[in-house]
């Protein structure tokens, strides 16, 4: 009966402890006052099965929808070699060079100098902030998540689940058309 009682109990105290995790969300809200934290983080981010909405190669500009029907336009960057033979409606998978500016705002606002309010177009929020590892888990309004590992001049120690970002696409580095 001892052994049993001692096999079963690293077991039954496992499935325990499992049964009372939940998934980290983002619907908290943002600590302290207003403001922005940082803008201007530099991370990269590849965006499989996306359509080409649009293309205009003069201007090297390309838009796309994204597989949760999103719509992102951008720059194609000079190591983009392959841009004339991409065509509307080709099913892409593109990496993409973004900014990240991590706020704290109140409402979707930040008040600014002079008792006047500047309405910020936020498109995530934080849901983890991993400073080991420099690891930032974004989830976007439409429910999805993405993990971005972040430089070194990255202030994520004053960041928190529940601060708002805006992710701006600045240029894309590489654009594969799945066949």
């Not at 008040?111 to 974004?138: C, H, K, M, W």
């Amino acid at each position: 009966m001892k052994k049993t009682i001692n096999i079963l109990l690293p077991v039954i105290t496992a499935l325990t402890l499992a049964g009372c995790w939940t998934p980290p969300n983002a619907h908290v809200l943002p600590k302290g006052e207003p403001r922005l934290i940082q803008s201007g983080i530099p991370v990269e981010s590849v965006k499989k099965q996306a359509t080409v909405q649009s293309i205009d190669a003069s201007h090297r500009d390309v838009g796309l929808k994204l597989s949760d029907g999103t719509l992102i336009t951008f720059k194609a960057g000079a190591q983009v070699l392959n841009l004339d033979k991409i065509r509307v409606g080709d099913k892409v998978k593109v990496t993409l060079a973004e900014e990240l500016a991590i706020y704290v705002l109140e409402d979707g606002r930040l008040p600014v100098a002079g008792g006047t309010e500047e309405t910020i177009p936020f498109n995530a929020r934080l849901q983890q902030v991993d400073p080991s590892y420099r690891l930032l888990t974004l989830q976007y309004l439409n429910g999805t998540t993405e993990v971005f590992k972040v430089g070194l001049d990255t202030k994520i120690l004053e960041m928190a689940p529940g601060d708002d970002v805006v992710v701006k696409a600045n240029e894309a580095k590489v654009i594969s058309i799945e066949k």
